[in-house]
Nanobody, 124 residues
């Protein structure tokens, strides 16, 4: 069974940081590409960052966001720094088990599983 479990998130003050986690249980599969997405209220989900199996990273956001992976526990992270009141959204991770990250219609060609979503808010 393929499963992504997210944790982290919460509320920070403007300029603060959050780190989101995405722990993957992939059975016999490996993640060809793991991506992070965000969804603003009333908007479509959009790409934020992705990491391929080769470790190459992809970003749409500015240098404030960093994707990383801890191989020992098959967990990916999204570090978000210098958060602003424009950043609050639902953040999701998703995995493509077959295709490396690239410039498809987004960074992932397929989304074989999604995390449950994590809310990140910024309040002064």
């Amino acid at each position: 069974q393929i499963q992504l479990v997210q944790s982290g998130g919460g509320s920070v003050q403007p300029g603060g940081s959050l780190r989101l986690s995405c722990a993957a249980s992939l059975g016999t599969h490996t993640a060809a590409c793991l991506g992070w997405f965000r969804q603003f209220e009333g908007k479509e989900r959009e790409d934020v960052a992705a990491m391929g199996e080769d470790g190459k990273t992809w970003y749409t956001a500015t240098g404030r966001f960093t994707i990383s992976k801890e191989h020992a526990n098959n967990t990916w992270y999204l570090q978000m720094n210098n958060l602003s009141p424009e950043d609050p959204a639902l953040y999701y991770c998703a995995v493509d088990l077959f295709f490396n990250c690239g410039r498809w219609s987004g960074f992932l060609r397929r989304k074989d599983a999604w995390g449950q979503g994590t809310l990140g808010t910024v309040s002064s």
